[in-house]
């Protein structure tokens, strides 16, 4: 019999710590029916309350302040009444140390920072534990994924890697996997375009599976460029792993197309995290599911999401870890970290369904959920954790002569595949005044390297862009048959990567504010 060449002693380390991982995602994921995850969500807020109350003094504080008695917070209901937390009320307010458990900073911590719309950064710290959470997310998509368990991995992490916490809490993720038995290998270029590239080219066809990790835009231009450049994804499995924005469905079967990947519902995973506390939720296979099944039926969207025609990232959250609420539909976020946070506003808005509240809505509208996730192939991974849906800030938007104007609405045109030969699919929208003071959109738009959008193609472009803001958008079509001609936008193309409105390696500006 011919040796493998490993020590019985070394399988037997490996066996151990693969049965250990095992076992410790089975610990946070188990088998729950929703009403128990809902009870694990309760426990979860009332103990974090009581333990900030008690131990941060910061908070403390601020429920003195607000003349909240702690003694009197029992119940959900109970915790309803307790303030909401931000940055102007919370954060801003308190000296830095006040705002860790025992109010010092003793402890260990990985910082990362954020600049909102002031430019001015606000740091958070983490604790070691989020990012064992953000593991067993990972993980758990990695195991609903179409990827193997023990075939060789490679991913390449294209999310920034200074201060802002996606690529290092991506890294920290597989690498934290990879100890624990997985066979993943990490390589971290950030935004490096051409080292991504090159990596895609001349290391990636040594690995049976990739995983290309990145903020959406900038994995569609990395996507595409690879394939214009002669690079195939035909010979590996492939999944792809967004966070940062919501995207439609129809960028979605874009990116899976361009990349060669077989399954939508297990291998394009969007991620809802943030700088405040890490990742939050994730879509899982039947989130995806039920978005898809929303989007074919007008009145079960309207109802699902209230109304909002803008189309909502739907994900699965672990609620011991992280739990949401969404009084008014703004979305507060509670969970223990190194700098703990209790129904803290974090600027997003949506809304939350325990799995039997999303479940019954369908069924309201003659769709047995489960049934259709066996239908689709993803029984198996069903898991009756709670959902989150979340849509782009209010402040994602330009007005119109008062009406608010979307940029998904302008993106999802740009997929098509008329124009997609010629722009990225990255856009700007900025309300001008002519100079005769006349209101006009003007819709700022990026070519692809070596392309220019000649008088017909621009011409298409507009005229799909106004159809399907009249489709979409009911207070525009009314504008434009009032305005006609006055209320189309006007287009600006722009050079590749041009620095104005394109600079290469940040977060796009979907809207830019005039100065």
């Not at 030969?421 to 003007?442: A, H, P, R």
Request: aromatic share 10%.
């Amino acid at each position: 019999m011919q040796s493998s060449g490993v020590k019985p002693k070394t399988r037997t380390r490996r066996a151990a710590r693969t049965a250990f991982f095992y076992a410790a995602l089975e610990h946070a994921v188990p088998d729950r029916q929703s009403a128990e995850w809902m009870k694990v969500q309760r426990t979860h807020l009332t103990s974090l309350f009581k333990r900030m109350a008690e131990g941060v003094p910061a908070y403390g504080r601020f429920l003195r302040q607000n003349k909240i008695k702690v003694d009197q917070i029992h119940t959900i209901g109970d915790l309803a009444n307790v303030p909401l937390t931000s940055k102007s009320n919370y954060l801003r307010q308190n000296a830095f140390p006040d705002l860790f458990w025992g109010g010092n900073l003793k402890n260990s911590h990985i910082l990362t920072s954020t600049s909102g719309s002031t430019g001015k950064p606000t740091y958070f710290a983490r604790s070691h534990e989020v990012d064992e959470h953000s593991s067993i997310v990972h993980e758990l998509i990695f195991r609903t994924s179409s990827l193997k368990h023990k075939e060789s991995t490679l991913v390449i992490v294209c999310f920034g890697m200074g201060v802002w916490i996606g690529g290092l809490i991506t890294y920290q993720a597989f690498e934290l996997m990879s100890r624990r038995g997985y066979p993943i290998s990490i390589l971290t270029p950030g935004i490096n375009k051409a080292e991504i590239l090159k990596t895609l080219r001349d290391l990636a066809p040594h690995y049976k599976q990739l995983i290309l990790a990145g903020y959406p835009p900038f994995l569609k231009d990395v996507i595409d460029e690879a394939v214009e450049s002669g690079i195939s994804f035909d010979k590996h499995r492939v999944m792809l792993l967004f966070a940062a924005e919501a995207f439609t469905e129809n960028f979605r079967d874009h990116v899976l197309e361009r990349a060669n990947v077989q399954n939508s519902l297990t291998d394009a995973v969007n991620i809802y995290g943030s700088a405040d506390i890490g990742t939050m939720a994730f879509e899982t296979p039947l989130s995806i599911l039920a978005r898809r099944l929303a989007l074919k039926n007008e009145k079960l969207f309207a109802e699902l999401f209230r109304g909002t025609t803008k189309t909502p990232t739907l994900a699965q959250y672990l609620p011991q870890f992280v739990s949401f609420e969404a009084p008014n539909g703004e979305i507060l976020v509670s969970g223990d970290s190194a700098l703990p946070l209790m129904r803290y506003s974090i600027g997003d808005h949506g809304g939350v369904y325990s799995f039997a509240e999303l479940s019954e809505r369908f069924k309201t509208h003659g769709i047995d959920l489960k049934r259709e996730a066996r239908a689709a192939g993803i029984g198996p991974h069903i898991r009756e954790l709670p959902f989150v849906y979340v849509y782009e800030r209010l402040d994602l938007s330009t007005t119109l002569y008062g009406l608010q104007i979307y940029p998904e609405t302008i993106r999802e045109v740009l997929l098509d595949k008329r124009f997609n030969e010629v722009l990225t699919g990255k856009l700007s929208l900025i309300t001008k005044f002519d100079e005769e003071q006349n209101q006009y959109l003007e819709i700022n738009l990026e070519l692809k390297p070596h392309k220019e959008a000649g008088k017909v193609i621009a011409s298409e472009i507009s005229t799909e862009i106004v159809r399907n803001l009249r489709e979409k958008n009911s207070e525009f079509h009314e504008l434009s048959d009032f305005l006609g001609k006055r209320s189309e936008p006007r287009l600006v193309f722009w050079k590749y990567e041009d620095p104005l409105y394109f600079k290469p390696g940040i977060k796009q500006a979907w809207v830019v504010r005039p100065s």
